[in-house]
């Protein structure tokens, strides 16, 4: 039995762990954290149950095709329902545009805003279906060390139906007109950490996943499925160390001998490194065998970090449904203050979860639990000041669009910004989503999963492939752990 050990407890650090397990290994997890799930962990306070990071379940049969390698299923952790409507996007007071759960529903609300789009959004989904089949079979089941492993006849075949060569907002463009219309179509590809001008077009596959795969929920929040994966990974016989930084890794004969953990060290014949890469390489590995120099770091486009506001209300609020997102000002200009010159957002779009809409146990009862969510540019100046004033300024929006008090029936607070990803992640200049999936920085083109020079050491983890989120997360801990049991 080989002894590996996981550097992070982040889906992708748990999803190695689990099929590291499977494969016959000794896995001990090292988490910095007092919890694990990382970017995903919870906290609770006053009788809010807050999830800190995602809030959108999209791709559920990646989850099921995580567990099913296991002999399970996600129903054997959590309960999922599937939200109706799935999100809304609020462009002002009277402009709400609500996404249905139903394909009739959805090419109602189209047709309603804009002539003859019912049938452009089928043929828009798809080709978001053939981009999605082929991408989540053929593209990110790849460790991606060569464009060679993309030589599969169907993406041969259909090189120019992925759209791998103009972006997703010109592909959008050229369906809808209408400026709603084009704003929900561009939504779901935020989620990679770039803007629809700088996106592939073959990531109009998200939404395939955002529309017809629905938007779902586990019951409980978020942190069910890290609770889940994580009594999978224990009854394979994972161990989990948390209050366990790792300081440095111990390089010996060209090889991983340990990990030196709170004075100790820690023998090992084998290492997933799931935190952030860059952490991983730059600080814990000597010079001599990081695959990146710190002039590529800097070089790189990161996705957004953001300001979050963990809020309680002590009342319900009508107009807010389960995903709320707010699309009153312009999505151009915020999105120049995050890529093009880094600042603090003038006017920012901002998103809204309030999950005790949909569940009871995460609100005192008649109270509701708001995730405010305001992406910003990675390594700005974080102060109490400046998250003070946006606080100020998402509740004023917030107040005036609900056509609500809410300011004054907020009884728990607590923000969290630049400063803490750092802190709890060791998060390059305060990221929070990894790496832009952008043309330049896709498959191959990513920070590699194996590190070239010590051949039992692997990454896994939104800094690398296939990218950021929690299903790629999911796969890309999968593919580290097969890679380096193949390889001690
Ligand atoms: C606010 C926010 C909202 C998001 N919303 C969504 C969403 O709705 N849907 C979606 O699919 N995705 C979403 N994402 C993205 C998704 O959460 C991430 O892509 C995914 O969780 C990343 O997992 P990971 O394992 O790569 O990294 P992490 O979750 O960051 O895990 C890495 C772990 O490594 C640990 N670590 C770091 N350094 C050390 C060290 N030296 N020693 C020991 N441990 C260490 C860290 O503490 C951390 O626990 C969101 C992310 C954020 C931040």
Redesign the pocket.
């Known amino acids: 039995m080989a002894k590996i050990s996981v550097?992070?407890?982040?889906?992708?650090?748990?999803?190695a762990a689990c099929f590291a397990a499977k494969a016959g290994n000794d896995v001990t997890v090292?988490?910095?954290?007092s919890t694990?799930?990382?970017?995903?962990?919870s906290f609770s306070e006053q009788g809010f149950m807050f999830d800190?990071?995602?809030?959108?379940?999209?791709?559920p049969d990646i989850f099921e095709s995580f567990f099913s390698e296991f002999g399970k299923k996600a129903s054997d952790y959590y309960d999922l329902v599937q939200l109706e409507p799935g999100f809304q996007i609020i462009f002002g007071k009277d402009d709400v545009l609500p996404l249905p759960a139903s394909m009739n529903g959805i090419e109602e609300v189209f047709e309603s805003i804009e002539k003859g789009s019912a049938v452009k959004l089928r043929k828009f989904l798809a080709e978001g279906k053939y981009k999605y089949d082929v991408g989540m079979k053929h593209l990110v089941n790849t460790p991606s060390y060569s464009w060679l492993e993309f030589a599969k006849p169907d993406v041969i075949k259909g090189v120019f139906r992925l759209d791998v060569f103009r972006s997703v907002k010109s592909h959008v463009a050229d369906h809808f007109t209408d400026p709603r219309l084009r704003a929900l179509m561009e939504f779901p590809v935020l989620?990679l950490g770039a803007m629809p001008d700088n996106i592939p077009a073959l990531y109009s596959l998200m939404n395939y996943a955002a529309i017809s795969l629905g938007t779902w929920y586990p019951m409980g929040g978020?942190v069910k499925i890290v609770e889940g994966m994580q009594q999978l990974a224990t009854s394979l016989g994972v161990k989990f160390r948390t209050n366990?930084?790792?300081?440095h890794v111990i390089v010996e004969g060209g090889k991983i001998s340990g990990l030196h953990?709170n004075g100790a060290k820690e023998p090992t014949d084998g290492l997933i490194a799931?935190?952030?890469y860059n952490?991983?390489e730059q600080?814990?590995l000597p010079a001599q065998y990081r695959n990146y120099s710190a002039e590529y770091w800097d070089d790189k486009t990161f996705a957004p970090s953001?300001l979050?506001f963990y809020v309680g209300v002590n009342k319900k609020i009508k107009k807010l449904i389960h995903h709320n997102l707010f699309f009153d000002t312009s999505l151009d200009v915020h999105s120049k203050e995050i890529y093009q010159n880094p600042s603090w957002p003038s006017d920012p779009l901002f998103y809204v979860c309030a999950p005790s809409k949909t569940d009871p146990n995460v609100a005192p009862e008649g109270m509701e639990n708001l995730f405010v969510?305001i992406p910003v540019a990675t390594g700005l100046k974080d102060t109490p000041d400046v998250r003070e004033e946006y606080y100020r300024k998402v509740m004023k929006r917030m107040e005036l669009l609900c056509d609500d008090t809410i300011a004054d029936h907020v009884v728990y607070k607590k923000s969290?910004c630049v400063n803490d990803?750092v802190n709890?992640?060791?998060?390059f200049k305060g990221n929070?989503?990894?790496l832009a999936n952008t043309l330049r920085q896709t498959a191959v083109l990513k920070p590699t999963l194996r590190n070239k020079k010590i051949k039992n050491m692997f990454y896994?983890?939104?800094?690398t492939v296939p990218?950021?989120?929690?299903?790629?997360?999911l796969i890309?801990?999968r593919l580290a752990a097969e890679e380096l049991t193949k390889n001690i």
């Open positions: 550097i992070g407890s982040g889906f992708s650090g748990l999803s090292y988490e910095k954290n694990v799930g990382g970017r995903a962990r800190m990071g995602p809030s959108w379940y999209w791709m989620f978020m366990a930084a790792v300081d953990v799931s935190g952030d952490h991983m600080k814990l953001c979050i969510l969290y990803f709890d992640y060791n998060a929070a989503y990894g896994a983890g939104q800094l990218g950021p989120g929690v299903p790629p997360a890309s801990g």
